[in-house]
């Protein structure tokens, strides 16, 4: 069986998603057990990055009528109007998903009144720009989460999908999908404006003689929170001064912190306090 996709926004994430599809092992004990075997057909109007730039295509009727999944991977803003162009194509029996945690599949509802199944089907992982001259990776989906949430019939492509990058669908309620986001936020951006802090104390150790060492001296403490929190969870992984309630220790920190920086650790003392 042959699924033919196309993507509209082949951008950090879209590019990847090109790559990983066309390189499933179709009908191998790992990733394509499935059977399936995926064709691009187009990329709507650029690739961000000059990655298959040979099915870049300006029509978006031939987008929609020659294939039978279409993925919408632009920008949270710019989902609705590429639904909605996509919709005054007649695509009737195709299926579209969009790959925003933030959003749900409402976003596709013209799509959905023109007969296409629909469904938000979005990675919980991070997609970093692509360095210029690297190889993309082969499948950065393996053994990560989807959230699903949608049409049946799009529901089980997301099924086969993920299957086939070695991956998991979590099928969430679409009023409770904004959560997932929120707690993706916290543990990507949010733990990097923590090492940011972090990483700001370490420049005011620095001397003329002796530069600061560098957040990787740190790595080794973040991995191992991150082992504690995988086999022991989240409260009980807590330790240091907050754990022993050492007040003094806490305070000291703060006389020694700029005023933007105490704000954010105050605020996260005081978050850690409570049950």
Do not use: W
Not at 30 to 57: F, N, P
Not at 107 to 127: C, D, I, M, N, V
């Amino acid at each position: 069986m042959t699924l033919k996709f196309s993507i509209i926004g082949a951008g950090n994430l879209g590019t990847r998603l090109i790559h990983a599809l066309l390189n499933c092992p179709a009908g191998s004990s790992g990733g394509g057990s499935s059977g399936v075997r995926y064709e691009l057909k187009y990329l709507y109007k650029k690739s961000k990055y000059g990655y298959y730039s040979s099915s870049v295509i300006n029509d978006i009727e031939p987008l929609v009528q020659e294939s039978d999944i279409i993925f919408i991977s632009t920008q949270e803003s710019k989902i609705k109007a590429a639904a909605q162009e996509a919709a005054a194509t007649n695509p009737a029996g195709k299926i579209f998903f969009h790959t925003s945690n933030c959003l749900t599949s409402d976003e596709l509802l013209s799509l959905k009144l023109k007969g296409a199944y629909t469904a938000s089907f979005s990675p919980l992982q991070t997609f970093p720009g692509i360095e210029p001259g690297k190889d993309i990776e082969l499948n950065p989906f393996k053994g990560i989460y989807f959230l699903a949430e949608g049409d049946k019939e799009a529901l089980q492509t997301t099924m086969e999908i993920a299957n086939d990058l070695e991956s998991k669908v979590l099928i969430v309620d679409k009023d409770k999908k904004i959560h997932y986001h929120t707690a993706a936020v916290c543990s990507s951006n949010f733990l990097i404006a923590i090492l940011k802090l972090a990483e700001r104390q370490l420049h005011k150790a620095g001397e003329p003689a002796q530069p600061a060492p560098g957040i990787e001296i740190m790595f080794p403490l973040i991995r191992q929170t991150l082992e504690n929190v995988a086999y022991r969870g989240v409260v009980e992984s807590l330790t240091g001064p907050f754990k022993r309630k050492e007040m003094g220790i806490i305070q000291k920190h703060l006389e020694h912190l700029e005023a933007d920086e105490a704000v954010l650790y105050k605020a996260l003392t005081e978050f850690l306090a409570k049950d």
